[in-house]
Nanobody, 121 residues
Framework: QVQLLEFGGGLVEPGGSLRLSCVAS????????MGWYRQAPGKERELVAR???????NYGDSVKGRFTIYRENAENTVYLQMLSLRPDDTAVYYC???????????????WGQGTQVTVSH
Protein backbone atom coordinates (compact mmCIF):
# COMPACT_ATOMS: atom_id res chain seq x y z
CA GLN A 1 0.00 0.00 0.00
CA VAL A 2 1.42 3.37 -1.02
CA GLN A 3 0.89 6.48 1.08
CA LEU A 4 1.75 10.09 0.43
CA LEU A 5 1.86 12.09 3.65
CA GLU A 6 1.99 15.87 3.53
CA PHE A 7 3.35 18.17 6.23
CA GLY A 8 3.79 21.87 6.76
CA GLY A 9 0.50 23.56 6.01
CA GLY A 10 -0.94 26.23 8.25
CA LEU A 11 -1.88 29.86 8.66
CA VAL A 12 0.56 32.55 7.55
CA GLU A 13 0.33 36.30 7.02
CA PRO A 14 0.63 37.83 3.55
CA GLY A 15 4.28 38.10 2.59
CA GLY A 16 5.20 35.17 4.79
CA SER A 17 6.65 31.79 3.89
CA LEU A 18 5.94 28.12 4.42
CA ARG A 19 7.59 24.90 3.40
CA LEU A 20 5.52 21.86 2.54
CA SER A 21 6.92 18.37 2.49
CA CYS A 22 5.53 15.08 1.21
CA VAL A 23 6.89 11.64 1.96
CA ALA A 24 5.99 8.62 -0.15
CA SER A 25 6.03 5.31 1.68
CA UNK A 26 5.11 1.71 1.02
CA UNK A 27 6.32 -0.97 -1.35
CA UNK A 28 7.66 1.53 -3.87
CA UNK A 29 9.82 0.29 -6.73
CA UNK A 30 10.58 3.64 -8.34
CA UNK A 31 9.26 7.19 -8.40
CA UNK A 32 9.09 9.23 -11.59
CA UNK A 33 7.63 12.73 -11.38
CA MET A 34 6.42 14.30 -8.15
CA GLY A 35 4.45 17.46 -7.75
CA TRP A 36 2.14 19.76 -5.90
CA TYR A 37 -1.34 20.82 -6.91
CA ARG A 38 -3.82 23.03 -5.11
CA GLN A 39 -7.53 23.58 -4.99
CA ALA A 40 -9.20 26.69 -3.65
CA PRO A 41 -12.90 26.76 -2.71
CA GLY A 42 -15.07 26.88 -5.82
CA LYS A 43 -12.13 26.39 -8.16
CA GLU A 44 -10.63 23.49 -10.04
CA ARG A 45 -7.45 21.77 -8.92
CA GLU A 46 -4.45 23.39 -10.57
CA LEU A 47 -0.77 22.65 -10.99
CA VAL A 48 1.53 24.43 -8.58
CA ALA A 49 4.84 22.78 -9.41
CA ARG A 50 6.20 19.52 -10.72
CA UNK A 51 9.63 17.93 -10.74
CA UNK A 52 10.91 14.97 -12.73
CA UNK A 53 13.12 12.23 -11.37
CA UNK A 54 16.03 14.00 -13.07
CA UNK A 55 15.26 17.34 -11.47
CA UNK A 56 13.53 19.19 -14.31
CA UNK A 57 10.84 21.50 -12.99
CA ASN A 58 7.80 23.34 -14.19
CA TYR A 59 5.59 25.80 -12.34
CA GLY A 60 2.16 27.28 -12.58
CA ASP A 61 2.29 30.86 -13.85
CA SER A 62 0.97 32.38 -10.63
CA VAL A 63 3.77 30.95 -8.48
CA LYS A 64 6.80 31.40 -10.73
CA GLY A 65 9.56 33.27 -8.94
CA ARG A 66 7.95 32.74 -5.51
CA PHE A 67 7.77 28.95 -5.06
CA THR A 68 10.53 26.37 -5.43
CA ILE A 69 10.06 22.62 -5.72
CA TYR A 70 12.84 20.18 -4.94
CA ARG A 71 13.17 16.54 -3.94
CA GLU A 72 15.33 14.14 -2.01
CA ASN A 73 15.19 10.93 -4.03
CA ALA A 74 16.87 8.82 -1.38
CA GLU A 75 14.10 9.78 1.06
CA ASN A 76 11.18 9.62 -1.42
CA THR A 77 10.39 13.17 -0.39
CA VAL A 78 9.34 16.26 -2.31
CA TYR A 79 9.33 19.77 -0.89
CA LEU A 80 7.65 23.02 -1.82
CA GLN A 81 9.24 26.20 -0.51
CA MET A 82 6.72 29.03 -0.71
CA LEU A 83 7.81 32.65 -0.36
CA SER A 84 5.95 35.96 -0.61
CA LEU A 85 2.66 34.25 0.04
CA ARG A 86 -0.51 36.04 -1.01
CA PRO A 87 -4.14 35.58 0.03
CA ASP A 88 -4.90 34.02 -3.36
CA ASP A 89 -2.44 31.22 -2.51
CA THR A 90 -4.98 30.01 0.05
CA ALA A 91 -6.00 26.47 -0.88
CA VAL A 92 -5.67 22.82 -0.02
CA TYR A 93 -2.33 21.66 -1.36
CA TYR A 94 -2.06 18.09 -2.64
CA CYS A 95 1.04 16.03 -3.20
CA UNK A 96 1.17 13.83 -6.29
CA UNK A 97 3.61 11.15 -7.40
CA UNK A 98 3.86 8.94 -10.45
CA UNK A 99 5.41 5.72 -9.22
CA UNK A 100 5.58 1.99 -9.64
CA UNK A 101 5.32 -0.61 -6.94
CA UNK A 102 6.62 -4.12 -6.51
CA UNK A 103 3.07 -5.41 -7.02
CA UNK A 104 1.90 -3.26 -9.93
CA UNK A 105 4.29 -2.64 -12.84
CA UNK A 106 4.28 0.69 -14.63
CA UNK A 107 3.75 4.19 -13.29
CA UNK A 108 0.50 5.03 -11.58
CA UNK A 109 -0.53 8.35 -10.09
CA UNK A 110 -0.98 8.63 -6.34
CA TRP A 111 -2.32 11.52 -4.27
CA GLY A 112 -1.96 12.66 -0.71
CA GLN A 113 -4.87 13.72 1.47
CA GLY A 114 -4.02 17.40 1.20
CA THR A 115 -2.84 20.06 3.61
CA GLN A 116 -4.52 23.41 4.14
CA VAL A 117 -2.57 26.60 3.50
CA THR A 118 -4.28 29.81 4.56
CA VAL A 119 -2.77 33.23 3.87
CA SER A 120 -4.50 35.91 5.90
CA HIS A 121 -4.00 38.62 8.50
Amino acid sequence: QVQLLEFGGGLVEPGGSLRLSCVASGSIFSIDAMGWYRQAPGKERELVARISSGGSTNYGDSVKGRFTIYRENAENTVYLQMLSLRPDDTAVYYCNADLSTAQVPGDHSYWGQGTQVTVSH
